[in-house]
Each structure stands twice: as structure tokens, then as C-alpha cells.
């Protein structure tokens, strides 16, 4: 009733309300190990929310600043493409070194003409993939994927394409366009 320790046999009798696990858990945490994990994981759960939150935010802190790619000033929209000179819109991004715009108007003009010769429906709404169902049983298949390939690598991914690189491109849409005519 008071909590007294009895002797029994010469051995101490516990008494039975006593919480063995705690009292053995705060004796480890008060111990110098115990202290030293504790504030490693108070540390680490505080230095991985931090970096949760900067990376969420998009935030920069030892890194340079992002580079923007094709700062030149181009033309991104037309109202028709199919009102466009493509040969001399080509020429003159090719001309200016404005190879990514160059790839883009190569394919835009592709666009046309897979629409002249009714295998594309042409939408301003319709996407690449649309496009590549359209063209899915027809031998122009595999050339049109390498060429939207092309075009996204060039227009959204925000890759600089070289000199070298827009000629390979331009060889495989001259190829392409042959095809077309034939």
C-alpha cells in the first residue's frame, strides 16, 4: 500500500507495478549513446523536412543560376501554317544559326504536307501522338516518330541543337518529303 520493498529469501521483491520497458527506455535515452542517437534523428528529420521544402519550392541555394536556352528572339506562333513560306522561313532560321527554330519549321511544314496528301487530319488541338495513330498502318510511320522525336528534342526540351545535328535533320526531312511526293 505504501510502496515499500519486502524481502523475501534474501532477494529484493520488485514491486508489480513497476514499468520495466520505460524505465530501461529512459535510462537508455539519459545514457551519452542514447543522447547521441536521439538528437541524430531530431537532426536528420529536421535537415530532410528543410530539403523537402527547397525542392518543393524550387528553390536554389548552391547551384548556378539556370541557363536559358535559344534566348534569341523567334517567332513561336503562326496563325496558319499552311500560309507559311517554309522555304524561306528554313533558310533564313538556318541562315541566322537559329537551328531549333529551323527543326521546328521543318516539321510544321512535314505537318502540311502529311494533311495536302489527306494522311494527318490537322488540328491546332491535336498533338504529336494524334498524329502518329493517324499514321500508325502507313510506311510514313517510322519516319514521321523520328521526326516529332526530333522536333520535341529541339522545341520543348529546351536542347540546343548544333550545326551538325539540324543538317542530319534537315537530311531525313528532305528524305521524308521525297517520300511524300513520290
Aim: charged share 20%; net charge neutral; aromatic share 16%.
Amino acid at each position: 500500500e505504501f510502496h515499500y520493498a519486502t524481502i523475501i529469501n534474501g532477494k529484493k521483491k520488485e514491486d508489480s507495478n513497476n514499468l520495466g520497458f520505460w524505465d530501461a527506455f529512459f535510462k537508455a535515452i539519459a545514457s551519452s549513446t542514447g543522447k547521441f542517437i536521439l538528437w541524430t534523428i531530431i537532426i536528420g528529420f529536421m535537415i530532410t523536412v528543410v530539403v523537402l521544402y527547397i525542392l518543393d519550392n524550387n528553390i536554389r541555394l548552391f547551384s548556378r543560376k539556370a541557363k536559358k536556352v535559344g534566348t534569341t528572339e523567334i517567332q513561336t506562333s503562326y496563325n496558319d501554317i499552311f500560309e507559311i513560306n517554309y522555304d524561306a522561313e528554313i533558310q533564313q532560321a538556318a541562315h541566322e544559326g537559329n537551328f531549333n527554330l529551323a527543326a521546328r519549321l521543318v516539321y510544321l511544314h512535314l505537318l502540311t504536307l502529311l494533311s495536302e496528301k489527306k494522311l494527318i487530319d490537322y488540328g491546332v488541338e491535336k498533338t504529336n501522338f494524334d498524329y502518329q495513330f493517324q499514321l500508325m498502318n502507313t510506311k510514313y510511320y517510322k519516319n514521321f516518330m523520328l521526326s516529332a522525336h526530333n522536333y520535341e528534342y529541339a522545341w520543348y526540351a529546351g536542347y540546343v541543337v548544333n550545326i551538325n545535328q539540324y543538317n542530319q535533320i534537315a537530311q531525313h526531312y528532305s528524305s521524308l518529303r521525297q517520300q511524300l511526293t513520290d
